[in-house]
């Protein structure tokens, strides 16, 4: 039988090197026809749980694995084949994109691969503009490219492409003033201002609030900017509508203005009220008739005007009931407000850049529901925490410099006889399958989980397809569209042997998030344990003989365990209440929207050990001398006296130096004599020598694969910094959790 499966089942008790030296990749999808496998959609924008789909719902529960797909839609490419054309073809019984899965009757028809409905192709599909030529339409890059972008003619506007608009929304409480946050964001403001994404029409406006609403009238016959204060916060009104959203370029000059008189303009004031409630009322009716973004900077609990919140924090004495339900929001507030702004082509923000409790899982909701992201820097300080504020500084840059799309809508189809049902994500469902997006990002990700509906043995493959609508910040409506194709299977063993554990891991994660939202944390740890313990009893049934003493996983799943032993230890879903109350939220809210690859990495992240680089081959496909580190286990047993590791995280690369490194690193690399002379540093010294390059090289090599540039910590294993690095090696036992060895003996006693 395990020929069958192309390698042998692996015994989790005694394999304990289960990383492959780079990583983990997600399984290949395989058709009969060479051709379909060469154009599938990249596994970096949509992904599902089976790379194999079971023909029926009976099979697909024989598996105990779940159905889903996750999808990073909008995610940053290096290709990405735009057309103009004057008709977008599509089905017209189901509306799907012609795409590479597409069966052409003959030069003139197509079957939908979605419904079947055989199409006609209009004349100007068949004309090929090169040669002139008419006939074989496959040479279209429609069905050439699983993943492509339509310039949307005028039927997919309800009315003129909006501009770009964008109102940031300032916390000016003390306690918001302390944290010096305001220079920060007012200098990462003035430096990026020419990468804003827009075109002439693009706008921008400030609102500041304490326990009172600041307007700015930005107008350019201004000698400098006009502070009008709202007092009523009850009843909020916009005091003068005109120049409080202002032209990006033609104000630019008085915009300078208020960003430098900004940081300094409260420093005096001893206002502790936060009203967030009525600033965001303020900024929803002035975007209203445009829409746009709305960027919110909150370090304090909101306590007045509606929306007003109250400290949940204090009131966790057992975990069970007052957790589950301070992980919900005290108020629909904010979830209400986010619905009335998706109506109006708003999104919602958040900086949450908090040194006490502010209520996450209430003021999210203003996110979650509006196509909005949020972030979190808990112990910000400007001056006194320089490592939070350089985290800050990287993401407030990426953030305000990134492509953005506004009124967007998402539709993801799929094949007759399977059905989407559940989504995850920051969005609102304005129908069964479409999903409102006020704005979209490029580094959020979706999830949906899919059900088989009818038997789909009638067919050899099914697809999936996403859509998104939007509207760039150039003022162009495009469609952006990728299809993925998926082979139907009529046994388990080849749905289990399609299996895509990363996958898996990521849609459990979002439904174990909405699973403590229900019912609770306790309930969504024991749902995490009951999916690895059903894949494994799963699997075992189909082994013949099973050693007693055995805990037996297919390769295709044997990090799933591990993974799942790692999320049950984050701050998200640990059982102790150690962990802040918002530092949980967060992390729930980013299982939810984080792509996949990133989710992975901040459960896991990974770990290369980087003393030998002498004796480390290169890297094949690379032209720089990068060394091919080979990835290893989470765990202290790995770590040697003589040894330096790079942690790579999504937010930051951490270098971690051992005691008895060789004098030879030390010169070589650090720049310092030896050990008892290396203290800290923020970057890699430049030296001149090939074991200087090789490392920096590396570590260039790690930060090209994320979205934005992320800062590097070099420190000493007895620097104050090492509960960076320390912290997560998982697979030790923790002060109050299991090791992953004891993880493993307790799902043997659950398996067997
Ligand atoms: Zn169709």
């Not at 994109?97 to 691969?113: G, L, Q, T």
């Not at 840059?397 to 995850?424: D, W």
């Not at 040894?643 to 030390?666: A, H, N, Q, T």
Request: include cysteine; charge should be negative; glycine fraction near 4%.
């Amino acid at each position: 039988f395990n020929k069958l499966w192309g390698t042998d089942s692996i015994n989790l008790l005694e394999q304990k090197n289960l990383i492959p030296p780079h990583g983990i990749k997600s399984p290949e999808i395989r058709f009969q026809h060479e051709y379909m496998n060469s154009i599938n959609c990249s596994p970096d924008i949509f992904r599902c749980t089976l790379t194999k789909i079971p023909e029926t719902k009976n099979l697909l529960q024989k598996s105990r694995l779940p159905l889903g797909i996750l999808i990073h839609p909008f995610k940053d490419l290096t290709q990405l084949p735009v057309i103009q054309c004057s008709t977008i073809v599509r089905c017209r019984s189901c509306r799907t994109y012609i795409n590479p899965y597409v069966y052409f009757v003959d030069s003139k028809r197509w079957k939908c691969n979605l419904c079947s409905r055989v199409n006609d192709l209009p004349e100007e599909f068949q004309y090929d503009p090169v040669t002139k030529t008419y006939g074989d339409p496959s040479r279209r890059p429609e069905v050439k490219s699983a993943t492509i972008e339509f310039l949307a003619p005028a039927d997919y506007m309800v009315r003129p492409p909006q501009a770009a608009v964008y109102l940031y929304l300032l916390d000016i409480s003390s306690a918001a003033v302390d944290t010096g946050y305001l220079k920060q964001v007012c200098d990462t403001l003035l430096e990026q201002m020419d990468l804003i994404p827009g075109d002439s029409r693009a706008q921008i406006g400030f609102i500041a609030y304490d326990s009172f609403i600041h307007f700015f009238n930005l107008a350019e016959s201004l000698n400098q900017p006009h502070e009008q204060v709202v007092c009523d916060i009850d009843d909020i009104f916009i005091p003068c509508p005109d120049n409080l959203l202002v032209s990006l370029t033609e104000n630019r000059s008085i915009v300078r203005h208020l960003l430098t008189q900004l940081p300094t303009r409260y420093l005096e004031s001893s206002d502790n009220i936060s009203a967030l409630g009525p600033a965001l009322q303020a900024a929803q009716k002035l975007l209203a008739p445009i829409g746009g973004r709305i960027t919110v900077f909150q370090c304090t609990l909101p306590t007045i005007g509606p929306g007003a919140l109250t400290n949940r924090e204090l009131n966790l004495k057992n975990a069970s009931k007052e957790l589950k339900n301070a992980l919900n929001p005290s108020t629909d507030f904010y979830k209400k407000l986010a619905l009335d702004c998706a109506t109006q082509y708003i999104a919602v923000d958040l900086f949450f850049i908090n040194n006490q409790y502010v209520d996450i899982s209430s003021i999210s909701c203003a996110a979650k529901f509006s196509g909005g992201c949020i972030y979190h820097f808990p112990n910000y300080h400007y001056t006194n925490n320089p490592a939070q504020s350089i985290l800050f500084e990287q993401a407030f840059q990426r953030y305000i410099t990134r492509k953005i799309g506004f009124e967007a809508v998402m539709r993801v189809r799929c094949s007759r006889g399977l059905s989407i049902h559940t989504f995850h994500g920051n969005f609102f469902v304005r129908s069964t399958d479409l999903l409102s997006l006020p704005n979209c990002n490029p580094d959020s990700g979706f999830g949906m989980q899919v059900s088989i509906d009818e038997s789909l043995s009638d067919f050899q493959h099914v697809c999936f397809q996403a859509a998104l609508l939007y509207t760039s910040s150039k003022g162009e409506r495009r469609i952006r569209v990728h299809t993925l194709c998926l082979p139907v299977v009529g046994n388990v063993n080849d749905v289990l042997n399609g299996v895509d554990q990363q996958c898996v891991m990521g849609l459990v994660a979002k439904m174990a998030v909405d699973k403590s939202l229900d019912s609770g944390l306790n309930d969504a740890r024991e749902a995490f344990i009951n999916v690895v313990v059903d894949v494994l009893s799963a699997y075992s049934t189909t082994q013949n003989s099973l050693p007693n003493l055995a805990l037996i996983a297919s390769p295709l799943l044997k990090m799933f365990p591990l993974y799942t032993h790692s999320i049950l230890r984050s701050n998200g879903f640990r059982s102790d209440l150690q962990v802040r109350l918002d530092d949980r939220v967060h992390f729930m809210n980013q299982m939810k929207t984080l792509p996949l690859s990133t989710l992975i990495q901040s459960i896991y992240p990974d770990l290369y050990p980087i003393h030998n680089v002498a004796n480390t081959p290169l890297a094949l496909d690379c032209d720089e001398e990068v060394p091919d580190f080979p990835l290893i286990h989470l765990c202290s047993s790995r770590i040697e006296a003589q040894g330096v590791y790079v942690m790579d995280k999504p937010e930051l690369i951490v270098i971690y130096v051992c005691r008895s490194i060789s004098k030879e690193f030390c010169q070589n690399v650090l720049n310092v004599e030896n050990y008892a002379n290396f203290n800290e540093l923020s970057e890699l010294p430049e030296l001149d020598n090939p074991l200087s390059l090789r490392i920096r090289n590396f570590i260039n090599n790690l930060q090209m694969l994320k979205p934005h540039f992320v800062s590097v910590r070099i420190f000493r294993e007895d620097s104050r910094e090492r509960m960076l690095f320390v912290r997560n090696l998982v697979e030790d036992r923790g002060e109050s959790s299991s090791s992953y060895y004891e993880f493993l003996q307790q799902l043997k006693t659950m398996v067997h």
